[in-house]
């Protein structure tokens, strides 16, 4: 098989298609009908009106036909159409190959499947140009200066050249073009001297070659020779081959119910499009002891606490004199504070639940505070560490060292209030009676 038979093939095979009704029609009559003069008729009909598609067909007839209407379509790697359908921008034949890069782009493919953009009643001539026997097609023999396939067909040196130079404009656009619904970017170019910016105009385009190569890939692995695979991952089981998969995809949809007028390639994939999960990993915070912290109240319990001790700034901000009363405290105390405590409680509890780490204040190479270790390293062994929790003198440090932290985060940056030291001491009692009654509910050593 050459390339020269391949397009006789093709070209007969549009035919056959055209053809097609008029056949059946013809059949319709031959099958069911004995009478003679209605097959006449029949056979008559068919002769007449297949006798101008037949003429349409003789390959010189149609290849002339072909080349005429080659302007009408352009054959693509990237296509304008992917961004806005009504985009008129030009689009672009990429053929050159880098191995020279590490990233999957359109030039690090082996073998570009090319696109076809245009008018849709003309995708047959982007078919006739794309045809491949042996790794040669037409569009191969274009980009080296000759269409050697057709000479057989053609009468004369003169007509092979009409052909070349009708099928050269689906090439590409002589003249590049962006249009107003194509995206496009300013990139900074900095001059030497630093004192000057000039700018690249940037007209992105989507890479339908690049999205065909990942679509095909896709539905391989969902549909293609890996059933067995396919059902040992079901069924939880071993299989000794390779389980390819692509997770957490996207579809894209290009042209709704006609997904033809936005490109053959997208035609041809159902106008759907897979993405490739890009979302940054969701990291997951290990768990550690605060051995390196000097105090309990320290960063982390900062940024766990940052909400609720803005909206504490703003509520004292906005306090006015006729605010000063019983129902201003308890909204202070209720709305805002209790929370705060609350929240300070509740990360002191997940650090002595680190029952892993037991002991983790014994190291001699543990900054924090003896009573913020008495208070958190819950299930430590140590006998005189124990004992020395037992006494609960470690309890009123904490305290004030939560209000002096409290305190300091509650400083007001425009000036509107000022903390003294009866807000001191009340934030101070206030904690020492949330975390008794914390402490009353802390399991024990022993009791986990």
């Avoid at 379509?73 to 030009?90: E, P």
């Avoid at 000039?198 to 059933?227: I, M, N, Q, W």
Wanted: aromatic letters at 8%.
């Amino acid at each position: 098989m050459t390339l020269l038979n391949t397009i006789a093939d093709y070209i007969q095979q549009r035919q056959d298609v055209k053809l097609e009704p008029l056949q059946k029609a013809l059949n319709k009559v031959l099958d069911k009908s004995d009478d003679p003069i209605a097959i006449a008729e029949a056979q008559a009909i068919y002769a007449d009106e297949s006798a101008p598609v037949k003429a349409s067909f003789v390959i010189g007839v149609w290849l002339s036909d072909a080349a005429k209407r080659a302007k009408q379509i352009s054959l693509a790697t990237h296509a304008a159409k992917f961004t806005h359908s009504d985009a008129k921008a030009s689009s672009m034949l990429v053929s050159e190959q880098s191995t020279q890069t590490s990233y999957l782009v359109t030039s690090s493919l082996n073998k570009k499947t090319i696109d076809a953009v245009g008018n849709a009643a003309a995708l047959d001539v982007a078919r006739l140009l794309k045809l491949e026997c042996d790794g040669e097609s037409l569009t191969t023999q274009l980009q080296q200066g000759h269409i050697n396939a057709l000479r057989s067909f053609a009468k004369d040196e003169q007509q092979l050249q009409e052909w070349k130079a009708g099928f050269e404009q689906a090439l590409g656009d002589t003249k590049l073009s962006s249009h107003t619904l194509s995206k496009q970017l300013y990139f900074p170019l900095i001059g030497k001297e630093k004192t000057s910016v000039e700018y690249h105009l940037l007209c992105p385009l989507f890479s339908s070659s690049l999205a065909h190569e990942l679509y095909h890939e896709v539905r391989r692995t969902r549909y293609g020779d890996s059933k067995e695979i396919r059902d040992a991952r079901k069924a939880d089981k071993y299989h000794e081959k390779l389980d390819e998969r692509f997770l957490n995809l996207a579809v894209q949809n290009f042209g709704g119910s006609k997904p033809q007028n936005i490109s053959q390639l997208n035609n041809e994939r159902h106008g759907q499009t897979f993405l490739l999960n890009c979302a940054p990993p969701q990291w997951k915070r290990v768990t550690s002891t605060p051995a390196n912290s000097v105090t309990f109240f320290g960063r982390e319990l900062s940024f766990k606490t940052a909400s609720l001790t803005r909206e504490f700034r703003l509520f004292l901000e906005n306090i006015t004199e006729d605010d000063r009363n019983v129902s201003t405290r308890r909204q202070r105390e209720n709305a805002y504070l209790l929370p705060i405590i609350d929240t300070v409680l509740n990360h002191a509890a997940v650090i002595q639940m680190m029952t892993e780490y037991a002991g983790w204040s014994n190291s001699d190479e543990c900054k924090m505070k003896s009573n913020h270790t008495l208070w958190l390293d819950v299930y430590n062994t140590d006998e005189t560490f124990q004992k020395s929790r037992e006494k609960s003198d470690w309890l009123t440090p904490i305290t004030n060292d939560f209000a002096n932290w409290l305190t300091h985060k509650l400083k007001s940056r425009k000036e509107k209030y000022v903390l003294g030291d009866i807000e001191h001491a009340y934030f101070s009692k206030l904690f020492l009676h949330q975390l008794k009654h914390f402490e009353r509910s802390t399991p024990k050593l022993g009791e986990l």
